[in-house]
């Protein structure tokens, strides 16, 4: 008997405290899901609540349902119920627009908080996420900045160097999983004179996140990720309380007014968080990612955590000896839930391998990546899977002509 049999995983599930959670997620049959890191699934009874918003509010209220429903604060009460989860004080966070259009407001406004200093330096690192790098080029372009992309452990020491302006991070990286010390590189930060914007995309939901306590300036994060808010669900947006009388929005828009509806000509910032919003709010979105967070009013985050380090571990081990090369830090504390694997045909390998039911997915060049989400994934998940993974590089599965060989080209 191995340490991890079947069975062994079996009675780690039967011991989870967060076991019947699993029940809450729209989950297809005979498929294994690592990648809520990507996707979360629908949450049980999404369909029928987008229903019911379309009949009972839309179709009943028609536009009066802006005020009798609230649709127009949507951002600011969805923002609420993202607080909690990364720590945040209520009235901090606001809810719209994509992560990639949240990172130009927050990058834009932390330049905005650092004048006068030559030509302003944003920090980052290499294996940041492309639209924060493709947003960070635009953003130096028009502020007269200039980017350094350093590598991911090189990024506490070019920051100690002193002339950094901003610091801008993704927290846990997308390809590798590696994650960078959130609070320590916020304070070192801080002591060289920048101002920090993390992208919490791929942490928010799987950890717990203090960006109170962190003293961080700015963050962004996706809702479609690890909080399920479904396919293009809004990001988030979370501007420190200290900072909101300062905070500058570069998309200067109606509904970042502090009176729309008075369709003045003049702009005038509104008020605390609600200066961060920038157009009509998109309802339908926001209404399924108020619901999807309804899940986690019931979590304990460091649960979630323990679990997440469970599971991770778990498949780490699993996988040893196996035809991969462990692309992820063995050690929990540097990693977030996923882990990452490097195999010379890995998009074949991925592809073999949703024919049989287990779902990750794959990041060129050669990266094949697993997301572990606690809520509804199970030991005996892993288990299975990495049985199958082993099954698929031993027989060759992979080489069949009928997965790709390639990344694609789009
Ligand atoms: C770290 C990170 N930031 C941003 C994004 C994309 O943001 P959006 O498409 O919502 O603008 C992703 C998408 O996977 C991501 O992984």
Redesign the pocket.
């Given at each position: 008997m191995t340490p991890f049999d079947r069975d062994r995983c079996r009675a780690l599930d039967d011991a989870d405290p967060l076991a019947a959670f699993r029940d809450r997620f729209v989950l297809a049959d005979g498929v294994i899901y690592l990648d809520g890191n990507?996707l979360g699934p629908p949450p049980v009874g999404m369909a029928e609540h987008l229903a019911r918003v379309v009949t009972d509010q839309w179709g009943t209220d028609l536009v009066r349902a802006w005020n009798v429903h609230g649709w127009v604060d949507l951002p600011l009460r969805v923002g609420d119920r993202v607080a909690p989860l990364i720590g945040a004080e209520p009235g901090s966070v606001i809810v719209g627009d994509?992560?990639?259009?949240n990172l130009f407001k927050a990058l834009g406004a932390a330049l905005d908080l650092r004048p006068g200093r030559g030509t302003p330096v944003i920090l980052t690192d290499t294996g940041n996420?492309p639209?924060?790098l493709y947003v960070m080029e635009s953003v130096a372009a028009r502020w007269g900045a200039q980017v350094r992309a350093v590598a991911p452990s090189e990024v506490e020491s070019v920051l100690a160097g002193g002339d950094v302006a901003c610091l801008a991070l993704?927290h846990v990286d997308?390809r590798t999983g590696r994650r960078h010390d959130l609070a320590g590189l916020t304070a070192l930060a801080h002591r060289v004179g920048a101002v920090t914007v993390w992208?919490l995309?791929?942490s928010t939901g799987v950890m717990p996140i203090d960006v109170d306590a962190a003293d961080v300036d700015l963050a962004v994060g996706?809702g479609y990720k690890y909080l399920n808010g479904g396919p293009g669900a809004p990001?988030y947006l979370y501007v420190a309380p200290r900072l909101m009388e300062d905070f500058s929005n570069p998309i200067a828009g109606w509904f970042g007014h502090a009176r729309p509806f008075d369709f003045s000509e003049i702009f005038e910032p509104a008020p605390g968080i609600a200066r961060a919003r920038v157009g009509t709010p998109h309802v339908l979105s926001m209404v399924a990612f108020d619901a999807a967070l309804a899940v986690f009013d019931d979590v304990d985050v460091d649960q979630v955590r323990a679990k997440s380090v469970s599971l991770t571990s778990l498949f780490i081990d699993l996988v040893d000896g196996l035809d991969v090369e462990l692309v992820t830090p063995r050690d929990p504390d540097l990693r977030g839930s996923q882990v990452s694997l490097r195999h010379r045909d890995g998009l074949a390998v991925v592809q073999a391998l949703a024919a049989r039911g287990v779902v990750g997915d794959f990041r060129a060049p050669d990266v094949m990546r697993f997301g572990f989400a606690p809520l509804y994934v199970r030991h005996v998940d892993v288990f299975d899977a990495t049985q199958i993974l082993a099954d698929v590089l031993a027989s060759g599965q992979w080489r069949d002509p009928r997965f790709s060989h390639r990344p694609p080209v789009t």
């Open positions: 990507s994509s992560t990639t259009v996420f639209t924060d993704t997308y992208d995309s791929h996706c990001a």
